[in-house]
């Protein structure tokens, strides 16, 4: 190919004169046969490509896996022009894969160390998702959450100030100042408080509902009943935590059919999680390793030599 087709194409990327261009070129050398061949049942003609020496072949399923690419407002609304954008996309990424074969590139030793990177990145995260697919949640396990639960999915709304301390004995301090002084938060918020976002407002948080914060927090909040109620202390990963409830938004429980996808999701992740954990368990259990730690040390050398190489660039 010739310099003025680099250079055009090059400026189509540059300046973004064709967005579906610069989508294309991402979904294009994902998954799939390859680019250049056509194999039998799919969908329509192949599109042959004759550039010079080379010819490329490739059929309606490539520019199906293309259009899916394309978000789904665009796709629905993509004139004659877009498609034709979209269409030229792909064969310029065919004609750039060609040369760089023709120039031997997928032979260079440092784009075959990243191919085998990449297998091993694509194979982990398939044993990853089959391992997530052995996992289900029967419609009985939804239910008997949501009568447990039901509460938390009410629509009921607080608001609450917050202070957060990084330790116990500075927390039962503030706590017993606030206890004294209920009216005083917003000063010792403004002077204690570690969440910064909020200190400056007296450690407001606005109206919150079931969901928003972390469960031992929210626990606390949920249980105030009046105004200028002040929790015990909660204790979280993050810290200590003392709130107080400011105002009250009733709502009502919701039904299960309305929170039942909710809860099926949130049962589904624990699943996946519990499996992953007893998975990573049983490949532990499964071998015997020792680590060397000269050779960590060296590693650690050699990450932190490649680092400062890299951004002297």
């Given amino acids: 190919m010739g310099k003025e087709f680099r250079m055009d194409f090059m400026n189509k990327l540059r300046f973004g004169k064709f967005l579906l261009l610069g989508i294309a070129l991402v979904f294009a050398g994902c998954g799939g046969a390859s680019p250049l061949s056509s194999p039998e049942g799919e969908l329509g003609r192949p599109v042959v490509i004759e550039a010079g020496a080379v010819d490329l072949t490739f059929g309606a399923e490539q520019l199906a896996r293309g259009m899916a690419r394309v978000p789904v407002r665009s796709r629905a609304q993509m004139t004659t022009e877009g498609r034709n954008e979209l269409f030229e996309a792909l064969v310029l990424q065919e004609l750039v894969f060609a040369e760089g074969v023709r120039a031997g590139l997928a032979q260079d030793p440092e784009i075959q160390d990243q191919l085998a990177g990449y297998l091993r990145q694509l194979v982990q995260n398939r044993v990853m998702a089959d391992l997530a697919l052995t996992v289900e949640v029967s419609p009985e396990e939804v239910a008997d959450y949501y009568q447990e639960k039901r509460s938390k999915f009410a629509t009921r709304k607080i608001r609450a100030r917050h202070i957060l301390l990084q330790d116990r004995a500075t927390a039962e301090k503030v706590h017993q100042e606030a ?13 204690y408080s570690m969440d910064k976002s909020s200190a400056s407002n007296g450690g407001d948080l606005g109206f919150f509902g079931y969901g928003k914060m972390a469960p031992e927090f929210e ?95």
């Fill in 219 to 313: 626990e606390a909040a949920f249980a105030l009943e009046e105004p200028l109620e002040i929790s015990a202390i909660v204790e979280v990963p993050s810290g200590f935590h003392i709130i107080q409830a400011t105002d009250f938004r009733p709502g009502r429980e919701r039904l299960l059919t309305e929170v039942q996808a909710k809860i099926r999701a949130l049962l589904l992740r624990r699943a996946i999680d519990a499996r992953k954990a007893e998975f990573f368990q049983g490949l532990k259990d499964s071998y015997t390793a020792s680590m060397d730690p000269e050779a960590m040390d060296r590693a650690l050398g050699m990450v932190k030599v490649t680092k400062e190489k890299s951004s002297a660039h």
């Fill in 179 to 191: 206890l004294q002084d209920p009216a005083a938060f917003p000063a010792l918020a403004k002077r």
